[in-house]
């Protein structure tokens, strides 16, 4: 059964720090690869997605993103981080028709 | 625009009430979805309609019953509700399954007291 783990419930960040947001997933199958933003009280926003072709993949707001097969990972980063990026941060992966969707992890940057 | 819109943003009810949460797209997507956000924000899909047709039911009581009049609604009715139905209830879209992304809505915050 596909699953996803990100490994951090929480990430505290200075800002203009980078910062990553690890997330592995299991699955025998080639899968379609996500990451979502949620901002307080909000819907969640799709950030980038991973379908096939380059393994780097850049999304919105200055974040990107690496697969890699061979770790089964698809972690988030960012070079420096604002203040306004404080959100819960969802990694996803699914087939055609389901996503699943790992635990979130929160996002705090500080100044 | 709003892409994905859904009514209320906020229900409040008594246990045993039925209660419908409404999801409209305007997307012009072929497939919409129902989740549901634990208090630990933990994201679940609940159903999966494609052009009209159910095509994913997880394991949920049936007690939840979506009902999708055309492509671009996704209603979702709650009959005797619980306390652990407390969650927030997000629709979403996309077209031509996920591979696209799936677009969300603002959520539902329901409340059962």
């Known amino acids: 059964a596909q699953s996803v783990t990100q490994l951090d419930s929480q990430v505290p960040v200075f800002e203009e720090a980078p910062v990553e947001l690890r997330c592995n997933y299991s699955?025998?199958?080639?899968?379609?690869l996500f990451w979502y933003v949620q901002y307080p009280n909000q819907g969640l926003q799709l950030l980038l997605k991973y379908l096939s072709g380059s393994t780097l993949v850049k999304g919105i707001n200055g974040f990107e993103a690496e697969f890699n097969k061979s770790q089964t990972s698809f972690h988030l980063r960012k070079p420096s981080v604002h203040i306004s990026d404080t959100a819960e941060y969802f990694c996803a992966a699914g087939g055609y028709n389901k996503l699943i969707f790992g635990a979130g992890t929160r996002l705090a940057v500080h100044p | 625009d709003t892409a994905v819109s859904q009514t209320p943003k906020y229900l409040v009810t008594q246990m045993g009430n039925d209660k419908s949460i409404k999801c409209e797209q305007n997307l012009g997507h072929d497939t919409m979805y129902w989740y549901k956000q634990d208090s630990k924000k933990f994201l679940k899909i609940m159903f999966s309609?494609?052009?009209?047709?159910?095509?994913i039911n997880e394991t949920v009581p049936n007690r939840f019953s979506p009902k999708s009049p055309d492509k671009a609604h996704l209603n979702l009715h709650i009959n005797s509700l619980e306390l652990g139905d407390s969650a927030v209830y997000f629709c979403?879209?996309?077209?031509?399954?996920?591979?696209?992304?799936?677009?969300f809505g603002p959520g539902t915050r329901l409340t059962v007291t």
């Open positions: 979403a879209s996309s077209q031509g399954g996920s591979g696209a992304g799936q677009y």
């Open positions: 699955s025998s199958v080639s899968v379609y």
């Open positions: 309609y494609n052009n009209k047709e159910l095509i």
